[in-house]
Every structure is written in structure tokens, then in C-alpha cells.
Nanobody
């Protein structure tokens, strides 16, 4: 059974930091890109960061570039999202998702993500 379990969300003051984790099981982790997404109520889902299954290269959304960094530990089947300089507008539910990374360069298209976690809430107070 495929599972993606996010953790690490919580309440933090503006300017603070959080590290989210995404623990994966049930598939060959190294062969998959992992994406981080977020969605506020009533709004479209937004891609935050994608990390490839090959060389671990990342692509970050413009809204978080320089503040958020994704990394992966293939030995632990876990991907992390280090978030710093958090802003109140970062307050949403964050999801991780997995997509087959055919050429090892990452998967920017969210429609190609097969597996999704349940999400973890991040709240940034002003």
C-alpha cells in the first residue's frame, strides 16, 4: 500500500521557521519525484517545490524561492521542506505528492502526481 505521511506543521510566528517531513512507503522511492503543494480554502492548489528522484535537483515556486528548500533522504524514504522567513500568507495546508520521475529531472506538472498525502497545517501568526 502506498502511503505518504506529512508531519511537522504547526503554529509559528512570522519570520520563523518550520521543517515539514514527508515519509513515503509502498513504492520505489528513488524512482519518484516528490512535490510539495499547498492549498488554501476556496483557492487553487499551488505547487511549492519539486525535488527530482534522480540527482535531487529542485524547482521552487517564485513565491517561496529563497525561503523554502526541499531535500530528500533516500535512505529514509523521506523528503523535507525547510521553510524559513515565514509569512502570514504561508498559512495553508501543505501536501506532499509522488510522481514517477522517468528521466530523473523532476516532474513540474502536478497532474502527473499519482500519490498524495493527507496534508499538514501550517499557521503563521503576524
Amino acid at each position: 500500500e502506498v502511503q505518504l505521511v506529512e508531519s511537522g506543521g504547526g503554529l509559528v510566528q512570522a519570520g520563523g521557521s518550520l521543517r515539514l517531513s514527508c515519509a513515503a512507503s509502498g513504492f520505489t522511492f528513488d524512482d519518484y519525484a516528490i512535490g510539495w503543494f499547498r492549498q488554501a480554502p476556496g483557492k487553487e492548489r499551488e505547487g511549492v517545490s519539486c525535488i527530482s528522484g534522480g540527482d535531487g535537483s529542485t524547482v521552487d515556486a517564485r513565491s517561496v524561492k529563497g525561503r523554502f528548500t526541499a531535500s530528500r533522504d533516500n535512505a529514509k524514504n523521506t523528503v523535507y521542506l525547510q521553510m524559513s522567513s515565514l509569512k502570514p500568507e504561508d498559512t495553508v495546508v501543505y501536501y506532499c505528492a509522488a510522481a514517477p520521475d522517468v528521466d530523473g529531472t523532476g516532474v513540474p506538472d502536478e497532474n502527473l502526481y499519482d500519490y498524495w498525502g493527507q496534508g499538514t497545517q501550517v499557521t503563521v501568526s503576524s
